[in-house]
């Protein structure tokens, strides 16, 4: 198994590899974290599995030893030999040299349903989350190592700091939770900060009815924008002016001394919905 300390100290001094610091490389050697990050994704030999950045293979070998299909997306390309070589075993692995962020992810999943698993990046969390989740993609189940701050953020719940912008985003398509929290020994090198893995199932349709997607996500920004501020003020950010916003949120039904991480999505939908 490559998720172990001695495994991967050989692949990396075999090849001459260090973590690549702009790219946010952290190896993981914890083989028990491979194996919640495969359980928690539920695959089955028939699923299409799309990992981002499988670096040296670690979670990759768990996900192929599924007999799920994998479809491996590597940004460096220092790593493309290397993988072509750890995971050389398995004919379920389909490796792919590209930016996740601009290759055509439907188009390689051939359209149709995948799950995506990936120890992501922290510097990049956040674009590759919103970049899934616009694109309208045909995905079931999104399993993420990240920043355990970012997945505390999504799973927030209103009336918290750490409830926002993104909590509202994926709590609108997803249904988060936390399945486990990794500590930064079970990373070479060690990150600086803890880590969680998190599970969001696609829901097949929002949480709360709007009209307008767009009109409602643009509300959300705005009403986060000047986070301490109360929507009275944060809302001017829509370019409208105070009697116009004052008899939109009396529409609403809110209060606009109130601050934007206070509402639950029902709220900010109604808000979206009263807007004239």
């Known amino acids: 198994m490559i998720a172990s300390p001695q495994v991967t100290r050989h692949i990396l001094a075999k090849y001459k590899l ?28 028939s699923d299409t599995v799309l990992e981002i950045g499988p670096g040296i293979g670690t979670l990759t070998q768990g996900l192929a030893e599924s007999n799920a299909k994998v479809i491996a997306v590597e940004l460096d ?7 072509q070589t750890t995971l050389a075993d398995y004919s ?30 922290y510097y990049i969390t956040t674009p590759i989350i919103f970049n899934i989740l616009e694109k309208k993609l045909n995905w079931e189940r999104l399993v993420f190592m990240v920043q355990k701050e970012v997945a505390e953020r999504i799973v927030a719940k209103p009336g918290g700091k750490e409830y926002g912008e993104l909590s509202v985003a994926m709590q609108f398509y997803t249904q988060p939770t936390i399945a486990c929290t990794v500590p930064p020994t079970s990373f070479i090198p060690m990150p600086q900060v803890e880590s969680a893995v998190l599970v969001c199932k696609h829901l097949s349709q929002p949480p709360v009815n709007v009209n307008d ?9 705005a009403a986060f924008s000047m986070r301490r501020k109360m929507l009275n003020n944060s809302l001017k950010n829509m370019g409208l002016d105070n009697d116009y916003i004052k008899a939109w949120l009396t529409r609403a039904n809110i209060d606009g001394n109130r601050r934007a991480e206070t509402l639950s999505l029902q709220e900010f939908a109604d808000l979206s919905n009263s807007y004239k």
């Open 213 to 221: 997607e767009a009109l409602f996500f643009k509300i959300v920004k």
């Open 77 to 83: 390309q220092r790593l493309i030999p290397v993988l």
């Open 92 to 121: 379920n692995i389909s490796i792919i040299h590209g930016d996740i962020l601009k290759i055509d992810i439907a188009k390689e999943t051939q359209n149709n349903s995948f799950k995506c698993c990936a120890n992501l990046p």
């Open 18 to 45: 260090t973590a690549h610091k702009k790219l946010g490389q952290n190896f993981l050697i914890d083989h028990a974290v491979v194996e919640q990050i495969v359980s928690a994704a539920e695959l089955t030999p």
